[in-house]
């Protein structure tokens, strides 16, 4: 069965960086594109970041270019976001997740999404 395991996340001051890791298992996971998400308390699950198949196209969300990258290694079938600059707006719980098939212009929504993680909490304190 699908699995997308995580390790990484927790607490960290501003201007910190964390990294957080996906493993994938269960399906052919170097034919999809991977994205990030996070979801604050009380709001909506945004894209943060989205790879390509082979991971040489990614794609951010403006509130992170310059500070998120996203890295993939489809031998080891995992998903990376490597997070610097840390600020408390940052606070959230992210997921990785399995876009759907197909070619992707633009970061994805959660209807894009065919596989989530579980989830792993980020805090960054002021």
């Known amino acids: 069965h699908v699995q997308l395991v995580y390790s990484g996340g927790g607490w960290v001051q501003t201007g910190g960086s964390l990294t957080l890791s996906c493993v994938a298992s269960g399906y052919t996971y170097g034919a999809y594109w991977m994205a990030w998400f996070r979801q604050a308390p009380r709001k909506e699950r945004d894209g943060v970041a989205l790879i390509a198949t082979r991971g040489i196209l990614a794609y951010y969300a403006d509130s992170v270019k310059g500070r998120f990258t996203i890295s993939r290694d489809n031998a080891k079938q995992t998903v990376n976001l490597q997070m610097n600059s840390l600020k408390p707006e940052d606070t959230a719980m992210y997921y990785c997740?399995?876009?759907?098939?197909?070619?992707?212009?633009?970061?994805?929504?959660?209807?894009?999404?065919?596989?989530w993680g579980q989830g792993t909490q980020v805090t960054v304190s002021s």
């Open positions: 997740a399995t876009a759907k098939d197909g070619y992707w212009t633009r970061l994805l929504t959660p209807d894009d999404v065919q596989y």
